[in-house]
């Protein structure tokens, strides 16, 4: 029998029993479209994490106080490590011979920035900066110019905007030359950032970057936490650069050997990994759902298939008589039985590409098909199909064929 023909006989088989059926495929259905729409929502916000999260320069690191992305309770130790301070920054820099560059900033959150034109909500971030900090960063000029040292060593009122804020105040006249106050500070804008775009919905053109030195002359030195930013030479040299750095800031903190650093590296590949272990449990909720739907869907697809036996017992005793083998028979049952699954499984693939698409679309992901779980669920349904009709197929070819000639 032509494998086209097995086919046919498959679908007609299917098609005479539409509401067993549809049944059965609907725990396959469930199964699929459960890990197929959350792996579409995590691929799409992994991607736009890969794309769009890349805070820092290419090659670059920073050294900060606290994790970049906490998970739970901060333990004790943690939360009372001590701040970063701009003279370790100082140390460091001369220190650290294996790295092109090393910045540092500081930050100050809800904001609130006038001009003589309008004025920005009170949720405008304010960084005081080194020159070196703007290009570990990637903070690029688009108007103007950047914070340069002769900036820092005189403590000069002045700052460069971002997107969002230069449009804020400044709807109708060039911002350049303009003043901008805050917390009763006067500060002259010398330049326009390269607008950052958005992420997930929300823009990242909202802050503020004056001097270093002019922010700690404002707010203090022992404000916050002073974060120190570290480009390497390449991407040859960025581990090791990395090892010389934590080596380098455990003798200025004086950390005791044998004990855990006192301060954090954060790094682009380092955020986007811890992204990646938070959603691999939302990922593994999906596989447990998957997995007790296809499992559910198996049995039916086992008892659908025994049935099908039962009803086609005559038929397969004719089909013996005539010549057929029992490997014709076995392949025939276990092709129904895949079909079954794979038709399913098409459907619930694009059911979970819509609706985990549509989800991302709401968080401003870029569109996104998970292939290698596309394919991860082809391979379950045939997996099921098998598994689960193997035994109906079995016996459907080991029937007596005089005894399968005589049923009513």
């Known amino acids: 029998m032509k494998f086209w023909e097995v086919l046919k006989v498959a679908f007609a088989s299917l098609r005479g029993n539409k509401l067993r059926s549809s049944l059965t495929v ?41 994790p970049a992305m906490q998970q739970g309770r901060l333990s004790d130790k943690i939360r009372n490590r001590k701040n970063l301070t701009i003279e370790e920054y ?30 920005t909500n ?21 108007d103007g110019r950047s914070i340069n ?22 709807p109708r006249v060039d911002p350049l030359g303009q003043e901008v106050k805050v917390d009763g ?53 960025y581990n090791r650069t990395i090892d010389a750095a934590i080596g380098h800031m455990r003798t200025i903190r004086k950390v005791a050997p044998g004990e855990e650093n006192d301060f954090d590296i954060f790094s682009n590949e380092s955020l986007i990994s811890q992204v990646g272990q938070i959603t691999q449990y939302v990922r593994l909720g999906a596989i447990v759902i998957a997995f007790i739907a296809l499992l559910a869907a198996g049995v039916g697809i086992m008892n659908i298939m025994l049935v099908s036996v039962t009803e086609r017992t005559r038929e397969i005793g004719i089909r013996k008589a005539i010549g057929a083998k029992k490997r014709n028979i076995l392949f025939q049952f276990l092709v129904e039985a ?17 609706a985990g698409n549509l989800a991302g679309k709401a968080l ?3 569109p996104a ?18 598994g689960f009709g193997t035994y109906p197929a079995w016996k459907a070819a080991n029937l007596d064929p005089i005894e399968a000639l005589r049923y009513e």
Request: charged share 15%.
């Open 26 to 66: 609907l725990g396959i259905v469930i199964g699929i479209f459960s890990i197929i729409s959350i792996s579409t929502v995590i691929t799409m916000l992994q991607n736009s994490i890969s794309e769009g999260l890349s805070q820092l320069g290419k090659n670059t690191f920073q050294i900060q106080k606290f």
């Open 90 to 119: 100082y140390r460091l820099r001369e220190m650290l011979d294996e790295a092109k560059l090393v910045g540092a900033e500081q930050w100050q959150f809800g904001k609130l920035f006038k001009s003589q034109y309008d004025e």
């Open 122 to 142: 009170a949720n405008i971030q304010l960084a005081g900066a080194t020159p070196e900090a703007m290009l570990t960063n990637d903070w690029q000029v688009a």
């Open 149 to 170: 040292a002769d900036d820092m060593d005189r403590n000069r009122r002045v700052c460069v905007l971002g997107v969002d804020v230069a449009r804020k105040l400044f």
């Open 185 to 237: 500070m006067r500060l002259d804008v010398i330049g326009v950032l390269v607008t950052r775009g958005a992420m997930f919905g929300q823009s990242r053109d909202g802050f503020v970057v004056t001097p270093l030195s002019t922010f700690q002359a404002k707010y203090g030195k022992t404000s916050r936490s002073v974060n120190i930013t570290v480009m390497a030479h390449s991407p040859v040299t």
């Open 338 to 354: 895949v079909t079954l699954c794979q038709f399913g499984g098409i459907i619930g693939i694009v059911l979970g590409l819509g």
């Open 364 to 366: 401003n992901a870029a």
């Open 369 to 386: 098909v998970p292939l290698d779980w596309v394919l991860a669920g082809i391979g379950l349904c045939v997996l099921v199909g098998v």
